[in-house]
């Protein structure tokens, strides 16, 4: 009878912990990653906590991440410990994740550096593919590109030939680009052969001035009220064109948004609140989130549970920016338009315009767009991602006024 009970309550708790995966799994939303037909969740894992972890740790970590409902991780970081950690933790699993893996990233000299070398680049890779214990991984990301010339660089150079050599060969299912830089993400974008851009994405970043990474002289002392119009189109361009977004630095880079004392906005955001704020975004498939253990992955996770109050970052928007609830803060969270209105673009300029009146520069910026005010079909789907209750169609009509088109 003893062995019966034993066996009963075996059932019993098999059943439950199934039940809690399952409820912990369906509790994940997942995106679209762009136009790869790959569907990845909201949030997903970075690779720094792998680096400070033994095997053991760095397995517990990855079934954690996995049971959550997470398919998704970035790696950047090629220091063998980093890589070996991971490959250990994914055997068995390799199913079950989605790799952003880097291009141009090597272990050198005791450190993890970037390199454009041809023959660098190709050990680094094929260390990576080792590392792992797989032959491909799904996005193939091009390492830290932060300036236009070194865009330009990449062009008909021998490092592009082998990212499009490992596509051919099938190593790579996807090209991506990260970049901290809003000028070059958009560049990358328009492109038309890169997939996933890995992008610096929050409050803070957003209030950049044209275009500068966060790192720039002063960029940080001086942010702007509402978002660069460079990171507007940027934003817009990929909703449009469903080229996928992967978010870094979502809680402002070492978490400094969260702690007054280092936030740049000189407010707290809380983690709910910094994840909500990026997924926002239409063009946004994936915030990646750095954690050196478990106990910080439970804490993100809780963004799976929060409540609507908790992911609420409205008021700290408010907060720190001039604008009123009902007036555009060119968040950009109502694109695309189903016309290819680009209409933050064009409520900035039309802000302008009442300001400093017409002039003829934001005359000829404004007729440039591809699409104006006067298109607007008051379908009203950007009404139901505005999260500051601004009446877009009304305010489409008043513009085609302002500008007479």
Not at 58 to 63: A, H, Q, R
Not at 74 to 87: C, E, F, L, Q, V
Not at 174 to 190: D, Q
Request: proline share 4%.
């Amino acid at each position: 009878m003893k062995k019966t009970y034993n066996a009963l309550f075996l059932f019993i708790l098999v059943l439950v912990v199934s039940s809690c995966e399952k409820k912990a799994n369906n509790s994940m939303t997942y995106r679209p990653l762009g136009n790869t037909n790959l569907m990845v969740s909201e949030i997903s894992i970075g690779c720094g906590g792998f680096s400070k972890l033994d095997t053991e740790g760095s397995i517990e970590l990855m079934k954690v991440a996995i049971d959550s409902g997470m398919n998704y991780i970035d790696i950047y970081d090629a220091s063998p410990k980093t890589r070996s950690n991971i490959g250990a933790a994914l055997k068995g699993k390799r199913d079950k994740m989605i790799i952003q893996g880097h291009i141009g990233t090597i272990f050198k000299d005791g450190q993890h550096k970037r390199t454009r070398d041809l023959a660098e680049t190709k050990a680094g890779f094929e260390d990576l593919l080792e590392r792992l214990g797989t032959d491909f991984i799904e996005v193939g990301m091009i390492h830290i590109t932060d300036s236009p010339e070194e865009w330009n660089e990449l062009e008909g150079s021998p490092f592009l030939d082998y990212v499009f050599q490992l596509k051919k060969e099938g190593k790579i299912k996807h090209i991506g680009v990260s970049s901290h830089n809003a000028e070059v993400a958009l560049m990358a974008a328009k492109s038309g052969w890169i997939e996933v851009i890995m992008f610096s994405l929050n409050p803070a970043f957003d209030r950049l001035r044209g275009g500068a990474i966060p790192w720039d002289k002063g960029a940080m002392e001086n942010l702007q009220n509402g978002i660069d119009p460079i990171r507007v189109e940027f934003y817009d361009y990929c909703a449009t064109h469903n080229i996928a977004v992967t978010v870094m630095k979502t809680f402002g880079g070492g978490g400094r948004l969260l702690d007054e004392k280092t936030s740049p906005l000189g407010i707290a955001y809380t983690p709910e609140q910094c994840i909500a704020y990026c997924l926002a975004k239409p063009c946004v498939s994936t915030c990646i989130l750095g954690v050196d253990n478990i106990d910080e992955l439970f804490a993100d996770l809780h963004y799976l549970h929060a409540t609507d109050e908790e992911k609420d970052y409205k008021s700290l928007v408010k907060h720190t920016s001039s604008n009123e609830i009902g007036d555009c803060t060119y968040c950009n969270h109502c694109s695309p338009c189903p016309q290819g209105i680009p209409i933050a673009r064009i409520n900035e300029l039309a802000d302008k315009a009442l300001t400093e009146g017409i002039n003829d520069k934001i005359r000829a910026e404004y007729e440039a767009l591809p699409h104006h005010a006067s298109e607007c079909t008051h379908c009203g789907s950007c009404l139901t991602r505005c999260p500051f209750g601004v009446n877009i169609p009304e305010k489409m009509d008043h513009i085609a006024v302002l500008f007479g088109k």
